[in-house]
């Protein structure tokens, strides 16, 4: 499964190192994925796979129309003499579900190339029977058909597990949008009387900030709505108390990774479910186990034989969020699997995995007595300030506290004279586009943000680095801050910096 928003060079990637026997693609994907197709080294091999293109706004589901041609989908439904018949009860033999691979998702490559994730058809099942085990939405509303949207991207493990697969075996109903457009699903969660809304960090956000969602708070629109779900990225409680109050429903911070599928959920749909949750992304699954690596051990915290146990960090105490279930991958797609000349590279599904079955996610979080996960970040996208870390995910949470903010991303600037980072924020105004505020509007903002941060963080989160006020902030389609385009600079980055601190001048005794 693939996005269809990648470029033809980020797809060739991905057809390089999967070699797939056939392509089905959207029609107005098809360029791309023929320039993807005519940049493969192994032309013997690409030439002879053949692609299905389908007419997502034209075509009518389920269709017995005649194929538009050999290349329409509808070929693959039209009975032949010559097709190969499949023994489904030799190919799909239950008791190898653990280790037959159902999909391969692509990791975000958010800092570096994409790795192809294998889950097998036994994880995609243990995934959706602990979501729809955890599932207390339906509790509120027994006997009513659920109905749900469908934009968040099924190619997406938050889509594929929590909306595509979950639906079909709740009956629920799935309106499906071909793009997010906040207007429209506005008026979709009114004239279709929407249950519950599967969203990403942003779109939470703009339910609690945006002024076009004002005329649909005035008509009830959002009556119907028992609940909503975030993924993707971290959601500070101070935007999940904004549409709490503005819309009457609660989101839930849910966790999860292509690689664990979904792992963690806040529980409970009430107000005071909520307050109780502030800052954590709730227990795990059913039948899933999450554990903190202790970070006084270093890299001696995690098993790399077999007998080995991986060391526990103490409750409330921050590191490396470790994950244990039948959910998780079965391995990265190794670079080069398919080339017989040499043995597939498993080093990476080797770092990735303990001894004793864990899976590193690269996250860091922290476990309260209650065995609640908090996520304080990526263990990559720490800033070093001196000897102290400081996240991201908590300075982006206090600046879109602010109702003078639509938007925020932190990242981490060097200063070599310093020797040391310092956090630097972009910053989306509510109040309009960058080329519209006047430069001292701005700057008494900054003032304003860096007054905020300030009283709510200790010295060395301050913004030292500046802010920079933006009109958007990049992101994956999953929501996701892509922070090294942020790093990168450029037109996605263009803006107004505003310097918040001067830098003491030093006296050198020589």
């Known amino acids: 499964l693939a996005s269809p928003a990648l470029t033809a060079d980020e797809i060739a990637w991905i057809l390089q190192n999967s070699r797939p026997k056939a392509i089905i693609t959207a029609t107005t994907c098809l360029p791309a994925m023929k320039a993807a197709l005519e940049k493969q080294a192994d032309q013997t091999y690409f030439s002879s796979v053949p692609i299905y293109t389908v007419d997502v706004l034209n075509d009518t589901y389920p269709s017995q129309s005649t194929p538009s041609s050999k290349n329409d989908w509808k070929t693959i439904l039209v009975p032949s003499p010559n097709k190969p018949k499949v023994n489904t009860t030799t190919s799909f033999d239950p008791s190898k579900a653990r280790c037959r691979t159902a999909v391969i998702l692509w990791s975000s490559g958010t800092s570096g190339r994409s790795k192809g994730v294998l889950i097998s058809h036994h994880a995609l099942n243990f995934s959706v029977a602990s979501l729809w085990h955890d599932a ?10 659920q109905r749900w949207l469908g934009y968040v991207p099924f190619y997406h493990v938050f889509g594929l597990c929590n909306v595509f697969l979950l639906s079909v075996v709740t009956g629920s109903t799935v309106y499906v949008m071909q793009a997010f457009h906040l207007e429209t699903v506005l008026k979709a969660i009114r004239d279709r009387k929407v249950t519950y809304l599967h969203m990403a960090p942003p779109v939470a956000v703009m339910l609690a900030k945006a002024a076009v969602v004002e005329p649909y708070v005035q008509q009830k629109a959002f009556s119907s709505v028992v609940a909503g779900v975030t993924g993707g990225a971290p959601l500070g409680h101070e935007v999940v108390v904004e549409v709490y109050k503005r819309c009457g429903f609660r989101v839930r911070l849910g966790y999860g990774l292509s690689e664990t599928c979904s792992t963690s959920l806040q529980k409970g749909l009430t107000e005071k479910d909520m307050h109780e949750g502030a800052g954590d992304t709730g227990s795990p699954h059913y039948g899933v186990e999450i554990m903190i690596a202790d970070p006084n051990a270093g890299d001696d915290a995690y098993a790399k034989k077999q007998g080995e146990k991986s060391k526990v960090a103490g409750v409330d105490v921050e590191g490396e969020v470790l994950v244990r279930a039948p959910c998780l991958l079965l391995a990265y797609l190794p670079v080069g699997a398919f080339e017989r000349a040499k043995a597939p590279d498993m080093s990476v599904t080797n770092d990735a995995l303990t001894a004793d079955g864990w899976f590193r996610t690269g996250d860091v979080g922290a476990l309260d007595a209650r065995g609640r996960l908090r996520i304080t970040d990526r263990l990559k996208e720490l800033i070093k300030v001196r000897a102290f870390q400081v996240a991201p995910a908590e300075l982006e949470a206090v600046l879109c506290s602010s109702e003078e903010v639509a938007d ?41 943000l860096k007054v905020l941060v300030e009283k709510r963080t200790t010295r060395y989160k301050w913004l030292m680095g500046g802010i920079v006020f933006v009109d958007q902030i990049p992101k994956s389609p999953s929501g996701k801050i892509l922070r090294r385009v942020l790093k990168a600079g450029g037109k996605e980055t263009k803006g107004v910096e505003v310097k918040l601190y001067e830098k003491k001048k030093r006296d050198v005794k020589l």
């Open 136 to 145: 207390d939405y339906f509790n509120k509303t027994p006997g009513r058909t």
């Open 408 to 448: 925020a991303g932190v990242i981490g600037i060097y200063d070599s004279s310093e020797e040391t980072e310092w956090p630097r924020a972009f910053v989306v105004p509510r109040k309009g586009k960058i080329a519209e505020l006047k430069r001292e509007e701005l700057e008494a903002l900054a003032q304003r």
